[in-house]
């Protein structure tokens, strides 16, 4: 068994105005050392997989054909023994 953490987020050259809002909201509050804040999404799911290798693929296949639009979102994931 393994479980594989993702993280993806939009592109740099993507506008981010969730992350633009959270960080004016940070301003706001007075931490006004908070820059360039972006907002992603994490995954995680378990899965059952003979080896890490496979397992790397299978997630590398689930990223890119569900949970990552490859226009406009990057993403990086870890995958470990559960």
């Known amino acids: 068994m393994f479980r594989s953490r993702i993280v993806?987020?939009?592109r740099k050259s993507i506008l981010d105005p969730q992350g633009k809002a959270v960080e004016s909201a940070a301003h706001t509050l007075g931490f006004t050392t908070v820059r360039d804040l972006r907002?992603?999404?994490?995954?995680?799911?378990?899965l059952e997989s003979s080896t890490k290798e496979e397992a790397e693929r299978?997630?590398?296949?689930?990223?890119?054909?569900?949970?990552?639009n490859p226009v406009m979102e990057d993403?990086?994931?870890?995958?470990?023994?559960?």
């Open 8 to 10: 993806v987020t939009l």
């Open 39 to 46: 907002i992603g999404k994490h995954i995680e799911f378990s």
């Open 58 to 68: 299978i997630t590398e296949e689930v990223c890119k054909k569900l949970l990552a």
């Open 75 to 82: 993403y990086s994931y870890n995958v470990e023994h559960a």
